[in-house]
């Protein structure tokens, strides 16, 4: 039996965590569970799973949570109780599914008790990726990744030895706009570019997808999850979402992992490793099947260029994108920029960051929140 915390539960790759917990409970239980404000939400979850602990970040979600909950629940709140779920002693596996950089703490936390990780959260590694592989070398601790690219990639060097892999080819479905250039997008609404082809996530991932932010970041995480260089990974566009990543080795052979659109398998592969173990998914049907592979639109999609920069010039940097994107995205869900506006913003901030070197993770969440005060002053600024 293993004991999973899952942080970030109410959300989608929570709510997901928790199905493929709930098809398999002869293996798993659940310790802890931590979210926001989705109270009702979180507590059916408590109902159902009957965690010892629950962390509510939010404090007015927490008074509620600790009014209505029953049983002998413990209820934490803040940033303070996140980390203190991710930690706890009798926590196993502890999936990382807060959204933004606000899960960077609560992974930290975790892998500083020696506890594996299953890392759905690559701000963490995007913002402070050298700290964390530090505290995972330093306890002990594994890193097994949920995002659908980096468990492809994860389950593609299995047996091999990494200083034989030649390149990385990260696989990206494109998101609504591919093919369409930068004045095609002008104008382009909230509801149009919520819509991803083929997978279903977030609101947040879902911009990011359609601006080619989130593969930017993923290149970025690829880069600090593998230890290889930048010009070993290169993206692909590949919109039909099959192959969801693969490996090259120096000796020419191409590994790829395959599989249906559905966040619960690498999810279901994360909380079982290093064992395989039977599910009852859907089934990848290859026959009446293409494959297509194009490049990217740097030119279009300017913030996938910019993630480039930013892991070779490393530092504060990739921290530096990362931030100015998550308040740009939070403007334009909230209708105060247009669409067009988040790649302007994110490259205006970026060009005027300097370069930090961040030794500590509590210097990692200071550099974050001075430089979404900056991106809020200069949307201030210059568009309201």
Same mark, same amino acid.
């Given at each position: 039996?293993?004991?999973?915390?899952?942080?970030?539960?109410? *959300?989608?790759?929570?709510?997901?965590?928790?199905?493929?917990?709930?098809?398999?409970?002869?293996?798993?239980?659940?310790?802890?569970?931590?979210?926001?404000?989705?109270?009702?939400?979180?507590?059916?979850?408590?109902?159902?799973?009957? +965690?010892?602990?629950?962390?509510?970040?939010?404090?007015?979600?927490?008074?509620?949570?600790?009014?209505? /909950?029953?049983?002998?629940?413990?209820?934490?709140?803040?940033?303070?109780?996140?980390?203190?779920?991710?930690?706890?002693?009798?926590?196993?596996?502890?999936?990382?599914?807060?959204? *933004?950089?606000?899960?960077?703490? +609560?992974?930290?936390? =975790?892998?500083?008790?020696?506890?594996?990780?299953?890392?759905? #959260?690559?701000?963490?590694?995007?913002?402070?990726?050298?700290?964390?592989?530090?505290?995972?070398?330093?306890?002990?601790?594994?890193?097994?990744?949920?995002?659908?690219?980096?468990?492809?990639?994860?389950?593609?060097?299995?047996?091999?030895?990494?200083?034989?892999?030649?390149?990385?080819?990260?696989?990206?479905? *494109?998101? +609504?706009?591919?093919?369409?250039? @930068?004045?095609?997008?002008?104008?382009?609404?909230?509801?149009?570019?919520?819509? @991803?082809?083929?997978?279903?996530? *977030?609101?947040?991932?879902?911009?990011?997808?359609?601006?080619?932010?989130?593969?930017?970041?993923?290149?970025?995480?690829? /880069?600090?999850?593998?230890?290889?260089?930048?010009?070993?990974?290169?993206?692909?566009?590949?919109?039909?979402?099959?192959?969801?990543?693969?490996?090259?080795?120096?000796?020419?052979?191409?590994?790829?992992?395959?599989?249906?659109?559905?966040?619960?398998?690498?999810?279901? /592969?994360?909380?079982?490793?290093?064992?395989?173990? +039977?599910?009852?998914?859907?089934?990848?049907?290859?026959?009446?099947?293409?494959?297509?592979?194009?490049?990217?639109?740097?030119?279009?999609?300017?913030?996938?260029?910019?993630?480039?920069?930013?892991?070779?010039?490393?530092?504060?940097?990739?921290?530096?994108? #990362? =931030?100015?994107?998550?308040?740009?995205?939070?403007?334009?869900?909230?209708?105060?920029?247009?669409?067009?506006?988040?790649?302007?913003?994110?490259?205006?901030?970026?060009?005027?960051?300097?370069?930090?070197?961040?030794?500590?993770?509590?210097e990692v969440m200071e550099l974050d929140r001075e430089i979404k005060e900056m991106t809020k002053a200069y949307i201030c600024a210059q568009y309201q």
């Amino acid at each position: 039996m293993k004991n999973i915390a899952v942080l970030g539960s109410t *959300g989608s790759v929570g709510r997901q965590t928790l199905e493929v917990i709930d098809e398999n409970k002869e293996h798993f239980r659940v310790t802890a569970l931590a979210a926001n404000k989705q109270t009702d939400l979180l507590l059916e979850q408590i109902e159902t799973f009957n +965690p010892e602990m629950v962390a509510v970040y939010d404090k007015e979600s927490a008074k509620t949570v600790r009014t209505r /909950v029953k049983g002998a629940v413990r209820v934490v709140c803040g940033m303070e109780g996140l980390c203190e779920a991710a930690a706890y002693e009798k926590n196993d596996l502890v999936v990382c599914a807060v959204a *933004g950089s606000l899960g960077v703490l +609560p992974a930290y936390s =975790a892998l500083s008790q020696g506890k594996d990780i299953a890392l759905a #959260n690559k701000e963490a590694m995007v913002a402070a990726g050298h700290i964390i592989n530090a505290e995972a070398k330093r306890q002990g601790a594994r890193i097994i990744p949920v995002d659908s690219e980096h468990s492809a990639i994860f389950q593609c060097l299995y047996g091999n030895d990494k200083k034989d892999v030649y390149k990385i080819w990260l696989t990206a479905s *494109g998101g +609504p706009f591919f093919g369409k250039t @930068r004045e095609q997008m002008r104008g382009i609404t909230k509801e149009q570019a919520l819509k @991803r082809p083929n997978w279903t996530m *977030g609101q947040k991932i879902s911009i990011d997808s359609a601006t080619l932010m989130n593969k930017g970041l993923e290149v970025i995480e690829a /880069v600090m999850l593998f230890g290889v260089a930048p010009d070993q990974v290169e993206v692909v566009v590949h919109s039909q979402s099959i192959v969801h990543s693969m490996v090259e080795y120096t000796d020419g052979s191409v590994m790829a992992q395959l599989g249906v659109a559905d966040m619960r398998l690498p999810i279901h /592969v994360a909380l079982f490793y290093p064992k395989r173990q +039977p599910s009852n998914l859907e089934r990848l049907r290859l026959f009446d099947r293409s494959l297509t592979f194009h490049r990217p639109d740097m030119q279009a999609f300017v913030l996938l260029g910019l993630a480039y920069d930013a892991i070779e010039k490393g530092g504060s940097y990739p921290l530096a994108l #990362n =931030a100015a994107n998550e308040v740009a995205v939070e403007m334009f869900l909230k209708d105060k920029i247009e669409f067009l506006d988040i790649a302007d913003i994110v490259s205006a901030v970026y060009e005027s960051t300097a370069a930090k070197t961040c030794a500590t993770v509590k210097e990692v969440m200071e550099l974050d929140r001075e430089i979404k005060e900056m991106t809020k002053a200069y949307i201030c600024a210059q568009y309201q």
